[in-house]
């Protein structure tokens, strides 16, 4: 039993060693120890203060990414609109164009038409003329061979003649 029961001797100089380890330790040691230990302490939160700054960045980052992206699009349908309504509107003007210069060819070949029937026309006209006259003349010709038919051909136009 003696070996479990420590000495009294024994025990003063353990506790007189821990005691100067202890000192040592704490002049030397323990000074430096607890300065690493809030440098890392330190550290360590300027690394989560630093991820929180960042995680907030990226949630701004990403929200005006979301506006961006929203203007892009309402930019987009902007201009997507107004192409489709240019190309509405020249596709309007083209064919009111064409139209136009339909109806003006129709107008023009009318024209044409009328200008035509009106030269055929006055042909026609000069033709039966010509050939009236000449069928007359012919008449005339042989109706007036002697001097006796021509002189009752013009007592005949006197009496039928009204002279005012």
């Known amino acids: 039993m003696d070996l479990l029961t420590p000495d009294l001797g024994l025990l003063f100089w353990q506790v007189i ?31 989560l203060d630093l991820a929180e700054k960042t995680r907030l960045e990226m949630t701004a980052l990403k929200a005006d990414n979301e506006k961006l992206l929203v203007q892009a699009r309402a930019d987009r349908d902007i201009i997507l609109r107004g192409a489709k309504e240019a190309s509405d509107k020249m596709i309007a003007d083209s064919r009111g164009k064409a139209e136009a210069e339909g109806k ?61």
């Open 17 to 47: 060693v821990f005691l100067g380890l202890f000192l040592i330790l704490r002049a030397f040691a323990w000074k430096p120890i607890t300065d690493s230990l809030h440098e890392r302490e330190n550290n360590i939160q300027s690394a």
């Open 104 to 164: 003006r060819i129709l107008e023009q070949a009318r024209e044409s038409m009328n200008n035509e029937r009106q030269a055929l026309i006055a042909q026609m006209k000069k033709e039966v003329v010509t050939l009236s006259l000449d069928i007359a003349e012919k008449v005339l010709r042989k109706e007036l061979s002697d001097k006796s038919s021509q002189e009752k051909l013009v007592s005949d136009l006197v009496a039928n003649s009204h002279l005012n």
